[in-house]
């Protein structure tokens, strides 16, 4: 079982639904979960961080953790065709000070 | 600097040959990292430094793989004898590092550096 998991995608929603990416992570210690988008050929910026269960809100982005479902996910708002990118998923695993990715999910908004 | 800044952008070089690729960290962040991604595909950890120490180096595949920061800022990853599946884009992201907030793991990426060999 891969550390990180992730839907490759791609993920296709119409402009102004809500996207609703998902990620399951198998270190049942892990500490810190973070979003990073990654628009083709460039390299990955932050989106948001997670640390406690429950939701945490940015504007139009929610990050949602679930420790015992060992499971974090990304709701996108009001999607906008600039959000097409590939989204990666991040887990600080316990004891470790490096991050680990998922492969990434591709989201593709239309116009 | 304002940003992580590797150099170079591009490098093509032939099976074989050796290769350096530079980072330059955000001033005052002492955490250093290198990570490997390969089309498709997630980063890929290589390995992690405090300050001058490689920290982590578990994600280095090989002993062709080395990576130094002699001064704490600046790091170096070094590739001998490169072979054709060493091809990816080489990605260094600093973080304020340990003893700092929740911040602490937050990476901030360079643009990468996009080896091809040959």
């Known amino acids: 079982q891969k550390e990180v998991e992730q839907n490759s995608g791609p993920l296709s929603v119409p402009e102004g639904a809500i996207a609703s990416l998902n990620c399951t992570y198998s270190d049942r210690v892990s500490q810190s979960f973070f979003w990073y988008r990654q628009y083709s050929g460039k390299s990955p910026e932050l989106i948001m961080s997670i640390y406690s269960n429950g939701d945490k809100e940015d504007g139009r982005f929610t990050a949602q953790l679930n420790k015992a479902s060992q499971y974090v996910s990304l709701l996108i708002r009001d999607s906008q065709p600039s959000d097409s990118a590939t989204y990666l998923c991040?887990?600080?695993?316990?004891?470790?000070?490096?991050?680990?990715f998922g492969k990434g999910t591709m989201l593709l908004v239309s116009p | 600097g304002a940003g992580v800044s590797q150099t170079p952008s591009n490098k093509v070089t032939e099976k074989g040959k050796y290769v350096e690729l530079r980072c330059d960290p955000i001033?005052?962040?002492?955490?250093l990292y290198w990570y490997r991604q390969s089309l498709g595909q997630g980063p890929e950890f290589l390995i992690y430094?405090?300050?001058?120490?490689?920290?982590?180096d578990s994600g280095l595949p090989n002993d062709r793989f080395f990576a130094v920061r002699p001064e704490g800022s600046v790091s170096t990853l070094k590739i001998q004898r490169t072979e054709r599946g060493d091809s990816a884009v080489y990605l260094c992201a600093s973080s304020p590092g340990q003893g700092a907030s929740s911040g602490a793991n937050v990476l901030t990426f360079g643009a990468g550096s996009r080896l091809t060999v040959l």
């Open positions: 001033s005052g962040h002492t955490a």
């Open positions: 430094f405090q300050g001058t120490g490689a920290a982590d």
């Open positions: 991040a887990v600080k695993r316990s004891g470790y000070s490096t991050l680990t």
